[in-house]
């Protein structure tokens, strides 16, 4: 099995059986990407893939880029982008009646469970105070297995030991997780980003040329990797909170915990520095009890044995490699008292940290 997250599985699964009449409207059914040989094919009714025993989950709509958003809450399906024509992104939006074409635009990247229109309704709040207009992202799992998820598409062909996800803490060597690296940014996830702000800015009117980030858990691991990889984007601020574990700010260390054989250069990197990064952690995030997927590794545990050490560990590490390169860094660390790993309360905490929200 190819995934490492039982919980976005299970979820998954739940989705294909309580959505099974929506899903034969709309595409059919499809085996989670795991390498096996009936992986892209299309069932006409929920069920387990023929060749691996996977539990079927639905395939995504055709893409529905609506020219304008009414205010409120709704949801569209976005292309999947120029190398990914076959997938689809769902966007998961709140325009709220106080936003002007003046007013900032946040997108939002959810945890392992993929759960946009949640993480969408956390924001609604905050959204009616600021004016901001929210779009939560949804990649299914269906198309966006970890490696192209949590990884952001900087490795591919991502394996790990069966039976390695019967559990919410993973204990695994590091030499049993075997991949490939992808040096070639444009298959990475990043770019999707400024693309759906270019959606967003035409279907509301909007005269903003940059917007914010927030993600939590997998949807951390992702926006930390774009301050690393990706620092050219139009996003203004990234607010990063809770996530699992790191790739770290190093051109020598090998992925998954450094950026060798990336692709990302010096050159790159300094402009990382630069990003406007906002690591955002809940005090109370630092054991496996407090909720999510846990990784252990002897490489990842290095880096802390819970999500509050870690992101400090991460940080630190920036400073000393920021120094060593010469290179200013825009960083951010903050803490989140008395919160451990929920993302309705990080996202509370970013609002404030973003748009000064009470």
């Known amino acids: ?8 599985l299970l979820c998954a699964a739940l989705a294909g059986l309580a959505g099974a009449a929506h899903a034969r409207q709309t595409g059919g059914f499809v085996c989670p990407p795991c390498g096996c040989a009936m992986d892209g094919a299309v069932f006409p009714d929920p069920g387990l893939c023929l060749a691996c025993g996977m539990r ?5 709509p055709a893409p529905v880029e609506p020219p304008a958003l009414a205010p409120g809450a709704g949801m569209f399906w976005a292309a999947g982008g120029p190398t990914r024509p076959q997938r689809r992104i769902g966007v998961h939006y709140y325009r709220p009646d106080t936003f002007t074409p003046a007013s ?14 949640e993480y969408r309704d956390a924001w609604i709040e905050a959204a009616e105070r600021s004016g901001a207009l929210v779009a939560a992202l949804e990649y299914p799992a269906a198309d966006y297995d970890f490696a192209a998820y949590h990884m952001a598409g900087l490795v591919r062909d991502l394996s790990f030991p069966p039976g390695a996800a019967a559990s919410d803490v993973v204990r695994l060597r590091d030499e049993d997780i075997v991949f490939t690296p992808n040096p070639r940014p444009e298959e990475w996830l990043f770019g999707d980003f400024d693309r759906i702000f270019d959606l967003l800015r035409t279907a509301t009117g909007s005269v903003q040329t940059g917007y914010d980030l927030f993600g939590h858990s997998a949807g951390a691991q992702i926006l930390h990797r774009m301050a690393l990889a990706w620092p050219d984007s139009r996003a203004r601020r990234i607010v990063a909170a809770n996530a699992g574990f790191y790739t770290l700010p190093d051109l020598d260390a090998p992925l998954l915990f450094g950026l060798g054989g990336s692709g990302v250069d010096a050159a790159t990197l300094r402009r990382g520095f630069s990003s406007r990064l906002i690591l955002l952690l809940g005090a109370l995030d630092d054991s496996d009890e407090a909720g999510g997927v846990h990784l252990h590794t002897p490489q990842a ?7 509050l050490s870690r992101g400090r560990y991460f940080h630190r590490f920036a400073e000393r490699q920021a120094a060593a390169m010469q290179a200013p860094l825009a960083w951010r660390l903050e803490v989140v008292p008395d919160v451990a790993h929920d993302f309705r309360a990080m996202s509370r905490a970013a609002a404030r940290l973003l748009y000064d929200t009470p």
């Open 1 to 8: 099995m190819t995934s490492i997250h039982r919980r976005t």
């Open 56 to 60: 079927l989950v639905p395939a995504s």
């Open 104 to 117: 900032p635009i946040l997108i939002v990247l959810p945890g392992a469970g993929r759960d946009g229109d």
């Open 301 to 307: 545990d290095q880096q802390g044995r819970g999500r």
